[in-house]
């Protein structure tokens, strides 16, 4: 499977991209390559956005490396655990059954 590229947007700040020669400081959307660097300084923050909607947010400080693979799983944002989303999603309906069953009948 060949390598995917990614999009590196919402940048917001000093944010800079390494390919390999050094850090320069981007302004604008722009494209970046498996091993790419993306860091965004002092209260600055960017998106590596890759295909599928899968994005990767780059904070304050943070160095992001572009991957080969999107590191999202069905295009959630990094750091989403989707058993976490499920588990809500479980336990929100389970309080919404209990309120219905509890409910009193409308006379």
């Known amino acids: 499977m060949p390598a995917l590229s990614a999009t590196v947007d919402s940048i917001a700040g000093a944010?800079?991209?390494?390919?390999?020669?050094?850090?320069?400081?981007?302004f604008n959307s722009t494209t970046a390559n498996v091993g790419d660097?993306?860091?965004?300084?002092?209260?600055?923050?960017?998106?590596?956005?890759?295909?599928?909607?899968?994005?990767?947010?780059?904070a304050t400080g943070a160095v992001v490396t572009v991957q080969a693979e999107p590191p999202c799983v069905g295009g959630l944002t990094q750091g989403v655990d989707p058993a976490v989303v499920l588990g809500g999603v479980v336990v929100a309906g389970a309080i919404v059954g209990a309120v219905i069953l509890l409910s009193p009948a409308s006379p």
């Open 15 to 26: 944010v800079s991209i390494n390919r390999g020669d050094g850090y320069v400081r981007i």
């Open 37 to 58: 660097k993306v860091m965004a300084g002092a209260g600055a923050s960017a998106t590596v956005v890759y295909s599928a909607g899968c994005s990767v947010q780059v």
